[in-house]
């Protein structure tokens, strides 16, 4: 079994920034892609981010790239989220996920059905 426990989700005037953890325990975190999904009031859950096992690729939705960031400490079996220019509609409940199949190349996969252990979120609000 995987636990996946979110933090660092908080409120933040536009343009600010935000560093989300996600900490991984009990079965093996290092060999699998890690992702990062949000989910607004009303809307599904959509793709963010993720990065591979090895942390040598990585992936960006198209309205965040250049602004946050993925990356991951396999020694402290633990993924972040760097969010900086942080926008209003960046508000989301925000999730990691481990992906099913291990070792995944530099096709990552964004589909939420790839993905197949969750956080239960951490809230990112942003004011404008």
């Known amino acids: 079994q995987v636990q996946l426990v979110e933090s660092g989700g908080g409120l933040v005037q536009a343009g600010g920034s935000l560093r989300l953890s996600c900490a991984a325990s009990g079965r093996t975190f290092d060999t699998y892609t890690m992702g990062w999904f949000r989910q607004a009031p009303g809307k599904e859950r959509e793709f963010v981010a993720a990065i591979t096992w090895n942390g040598a690729y990585t992936v960006y939705t198209d309205s965040v790239k250049g602004r946050f960031t993925v990356s991951r400490d396999n020694a402290k079996n633990t993924v972040y989220l760097q969010m900086n220019s942080l926008k209003p509609e960046d508000t989301a409940v925000y999730y990691c996920?481990?992906?099913?199949?291990?070792?995944?190349?530099?096709?990552?996969?964004?589909?939420?059905?790839?993905?197949?252990?969750w956080g239960q979120g951490t809230q990112v609000t942003v004011s404008s």
């Open positions: 996920a481990r992906r099913k199949k291990e070792y995944s190349g530099r096709n990552i996969a964004r589909g939420t059905s790839e993905y197949d252990y």
